[in-house]
């Protein structure tokens, strides 16, 4: 007679929760969905501002550059004054002859585009103006046509995500899908139509996250877990996110595009722009530290099925202390490597330390950086508490020994 002692589990769980706890989860998962639905549906955007100020007729057209050269021309704007203050005698107006629509012509082209990198065969993208508009059909520069290599590197980031993850694999990407349609088709518009950006936002979020988590990494404990903390995380970002925005006046003005959006939408708050910006940001985040901090501790449960709460929450932590650290500095190089351009600016002007923290562009990344690590740090141990309360409460009882 031989015994064998065995756990019951499905999935990815050491063992099934007992009814009331696992009722008590799903209560509060639907629970969660049904607000973040309700949210959707009350900012539902019903009118939402257009820009009113593009030419009527204005197209774009596509071509190619046959062949470049640099002229030089007298200075007209105040822009184009030396580091020193004086006007040039001459600056740069560099000029390109293109193929479009059958013929050539010759453009005018910013110096900064001729300077990094137009060349004969570049595809390129104009604007063309109809004779109503200025007398005669006119050109002028847009930008490059980037729509080959966009594909070529969409393509393969897809394939190798197909064929290294597989089926997750797919799911992400599926997922990612649906997190683009909720920004474009919902978020974006809601915060044109000056929706409560903080109900857009955690609505927006919830929601898909609901979805792509359980879509990608299946139905289990452990992924409710990641679900819950992901939401709490949020939660505390939200509510960070509003302390610093109304503290440190953020009014969202600290770069050429939102002061642009300003001008064309009239009175658009864009401090909603940041919150909203600043949720959606840490989602990623967010998702990845709560998966990371429930698989460790259902690994470290499965390596030894004794171990109870307190062993479980420290190694966890132990494991969470890493993550959050790297996430941090991952984030923050992250941050500093897409401001780059505006940091040059500010080293070229010389500015003082303070005042530089001080300027809106920095001040905005510096607080979106903090947030982020607020919700972090608080989500790891948040996370990790849940996981090891629930992995012990699912064996409460001991093993069935069957002879």
Known sequence: MENHSHLHGHGDDPAPLDRRTGRTLTVVVVALLVAAVAGILSTWPQDVPSASTSYVGEEQVRGQVLSTELKTCSPEIAEELLPDGTMPATVDCPEATVRVDGQEITIVVPPAVYHGGLAAGDRVVLLRYPPEVAGSVQYAWSDFDRRVPLAVAVGVFVILTIAIGRRRGLAALVGLGLGGAAIAYYVLPALLAEENAVVVGLSAAIAVMGVVIYLTHGFSTRTTVAYLGTVAGLLV?????????????????????????????????????????TLVAALGLLNDVTITQAAAVWEVRAADPVAGFRKLFAAGMRVGRDHLASTVYTVTFAYAGAALPTLLLVHL??????????????AEELLRTAVGGIALALTVPLTTALGAALVVRSETSPPRTVS
């Open 237 to 277: 970002t939200a509510v960070a996110a509003v302390l610093a925005v109304e503290s440190a006046h953020l009014n969202g003005l600290g770069d050429e595009e939102s002061y642009t959006v300003s001008l064309l939408t009239g009175s658009l708050d864009l401090r909603g722009v940041v919150l909203a910006g």
């Open 349 to 362: 002007y010389d500015q003082p330390a303070g005042q530089l923290l001080n300027s809106t562009t920095i």
